[in-house]
């Protein structure tokens, strides 16, 4: 034993001496060599580890914080940095497309995206444009705007299960004119962001329970669990893509923070009437299938610590038609903090802590604001017998967005006093795992997703230009192995990173 510890210490002054950063600290507390490439070399020491609340119950945040190891960094410190679908980045992709799920006003494009001053920048500019959109159907349809815009995505390139994600920005525009809708979200690599013939079915689905509610129901406008823990239907074969029977799989969303400000009316012109409110960043946690009308909702595993704070946070008081955070498509378990103009002067963070099956704890600033446990997503049942079973706090590996948006879904939109060009800045993106819980990839393997995309590229990469971002190949259906190989391959790539 002193002789392992007098080997270790050695290995860390020699860190010392070369330069130590927070790749050498990593390597040292066991973050696996194959992960350790992901951190940026200039991610400031102070930063190799996070203190974060890792209770799982709710309101039990006031004990020792418990140190977890950085193992993903992007300082955004390159300006030669291009994240162009050709260019290959290990973590992001500039996309280009119109995002029809929320009828944004903006087409997003790649070249409104570039790393300059030490920070990702996504620009909303006033000019012609025109992307692509995808219906639920699978077809693709070119759409034009007067407005262009970035996104940031790392589907099926940088993903992750559980752990702290750190995210600081710098907001567009200013705290008084509304129509901005910066965001920072997650969703299941199972689906990708504006192409709705890969969601359907799959987003916002966290559902392991073979029941009616994994179907079609009479309160919700979803058309039920592609793959929900009953048997497989005709023409489905799970295994092929190394999936358990049993096991419903799905797309859920986590939206870190999307800013916006409170509904003003607009005249003809576009120009907003009257005093409108502060902005505030919500938190939230989309969920399918949705609860039946009439069941009780966010009355308990839920917590709003920001309530003391400055930002008085509060649940959200978007109703739906169930009287409920949510709509038709989703139950949306949600809270609003109050921002100020600093934050569209200067870098605030925001943050989530992700226990999978557990718990979700959204921060600002290193400060706990809201949290949800699994709780709050018990079964429910109304007076007429509908019932929908327990829904989890996911459990599928997830990828981040980072988008600039504008939508009169969300928001109003003063297009006569709203500033073009905007930024919205990213200073940094940071990652921390406990080193006992590390699971970073996109297809883990009690989660895969490889073959799933693999063998439905035409619904997710029906451009020629993104053919690259699914580089599996599709493994014949034929072979009663292949189940057995897919689960060999993912426990060899596990064993690896845990070598």
């Known amino acids: 034993m002193l002789l392992a510890q007098s080997l270790v ?6 860190h010392v001496a070369r330069g130590e950063t927070c790749r050498t600290r ?7 060599q194959a992960l350790l490439d992901g951190i940026d070399e200039t991610t400031p020491l102070d930063a190799c580890t996070k203190s974060v609340c890792v209770a799982t119950r709710w309101g039990a945040c006031s004990g020792k914080p418990t140190a977890m190891s950085l ?8 300006p030669k940095k291009s994240l162009a679908v050709g260019v290959r980045d290990r973590k992001w992709t500039a996309e280009k497309l119109h995002y029809s799920a929320t009828q944004d006003i903006e087409v997003y494009q790649p070249e409104q995206v570039q790393v300059r001053g030490g920070a990702l920048e996504l620009k909303m500019s006033k000019r012609s444009s025109t992307a692509v959109m995808q219906g639920v159907d699978g077809s693709m349809k070119e759409v034009s705007s007067k407005y262009a815009s ?6 099926n390139k940088f993903c992750f299960t559980g752990g702290y994600v750190e995210v600081s920005a710098q907001l567009p525009g200013d705290d008084v004119t509304p129509g901005f809708w910066p965001a920072i979200w997650m969703m299941g690599n199972l689906a990708r962001p504006g192409y709705l013939a890969t969601a359907e079915g799959m987003w916002p689905y966290s559902y392991s329970t073979c029941d009616d509610a994994a179907g079609k129901v009479a309160w919700s406008t979803l058309p039920g669990q592609r793959f929900s823990a009953c048997m497989d239907r005709p023409g489905q074969d799970r295994g092929r893509f190394g999936w358990e029977q049993g096991r ?8 870190l923070v999307e800013v916006g400000m409170g509904y003003r009316k607009v005249d003809k012109e576009g120009r907003a009437k009257g005093a409108g409110s502060p902005p505030t960043a919500s938190h939230s946690l989309q969920m399918a299938p949705l609860q039946p009308p009439g069941t009780p909702f966010m009355e308990r595993g839920v917590a709003y610590p920001g309530s003391q704070t400055h930002h008085k946070t509060t649940e959200n008081d978007w109703k739906g038609v169930h009287g409920r955070p949510g709509n038709l498509w989703q139950d949306c378990f949600s809270a609003k903090s109050l921002l100020n103009g600093t934050f569209y002067a200067q870098f605030h963070k925001f943050g989530l802590f992700w226990q999978p099956g557990e718990v979700m704890r959204w921060t600002i600033d290193d400060q706990v604001v809201f949290e949800v446990n699994a709780d709050a997503l018990v079964e429910v049942t109304n007076a007429t017998g509908a019932y929908a079973g327990p829904r989890s706090i996911p459990n599928e590996a997830m990828y981040l967005v980072m988008n600039f948006g504008m939508s009169y879904s969300f928001s109003s939109v003063d297009l006569a006093h709203l500033a073009f060009p905007s930024i919205m800045k990213i200073d940094h993106v940071r990652l921390y795992q406990l080193t006992d819980k590390i699971n970073v990839g996109c297809s883990p393997m009690r989660y895969p997703t490889s073959q799933y995309l693999a063998c439905n590229k035409e619904r997710f990469v029906p451009l020629k230009e993104d053919k690259i971002r699914i580089p599996d190949r599709c493994l014949s259906t034929t072979r009663s192995y292949l189940p057995a190989l897919v689960w060999i391959a993912a426990l060899a790539a596990y064993l690896y990173y845990k070598s």
């Not at 193992?71 to 390159?78: A, L, P, R, Y």
Request: avoid cysteine.
């Open 71 to 78: 193992v993903m960094s992007d300082e955004f410190g390159n």
């Open 9 to 14: 210490l050695v290995l860390v002054l020699g």
């Open 248 to 255: 419903g799989r799905g797309a859920p969303e986590v939206d």
């Open 150 to 155: 970035g996104m940031v995505t790392s589907w």
């Open 26 to 32: 990593g390597a040292a507390v066991g973050v696996p």
